[in-house]
């Protein structure tokens, strides 16, 4: 591992959600954390851990994962550069779940009792990652309703609204073009469908001109009908100036 301060990208990433002072920047910017890569088939921790660490995503998607008594997998939520997944295990004594690279990913490890002591000295930044734990309920929520109560064509739809939504807000895509090295295996689990299912639902999106796909490359070249495909608002992401356009 390689010893850094606390990279922009999870300065920038908090200013999505929140407004920060100069004096919580300065703080921000003087966590240390470990960089460390992972490969897609590494997981970075796992169920019934006992964390010391919270990790925050440099470059690639992380996807938390839980798994049933069969080993079936499911995806319960997919984590963008700047997230902190496993935040909440600054107080949580065990993992409940297993964070998983989708992708070759870097992150960054911070110490939870170096984090803890910010915490206590600095309520404004205890705040902050308040907020940022409590955005990642919102989602899980919103995933919650996204496979127990939409279609297989509405699922897939609001998933990539939310992933180019998330992904903008970081400036890591223009307009409506992203590169998403998703498998379509990953996204039946992350959906609750059948990988036979999900080709098919992306080749009805493709058929109706709502995308345009080429090897991991993705652009909504109808980004009003995928909004409306996937019944998709912004409001559960509590993004400042976050927009469905």
Known sequence: M??????????RKLQTICDLTQSDIGILEAIEFQKRDFQADQDIVREGDRPTHSFVILEGLVGSTKLT???KRQITSFFVPGDI??????HL???DCTFSPLTRVSVGFMRHDALRAICDQHPS???VFWRSTLIDAAIYREWVTNVGRRDAYARMAHILCELIVRLRAMGLIK?????LPITQAELADALGLSTVHVNRTLQ??????LIVTEGSRFHAV????LVRAGDFETAYLHQRNATSL
Request: aromatic share 2%.
């Open 2 to 11: 390689t010893q850094a301060t606390s990279p922009n990208v999870l300065i």
């Open 69 to 71: 008594g069969e080993g």
């Open 85 to 90: 997944p496993d935040l909440h295990g600054m």
């Open 93 to 95: 004594s065990v993992l």
């Open 125 to 127: 930044i205890a705040t």
């Open 175 to 179: 307009d409506h073009v992203a590169e």
């Open 204 to 209: 009805d999106l493709r058929g109706d001109g």
């Open 222 to 225: 109808d980004w009003p009908g």
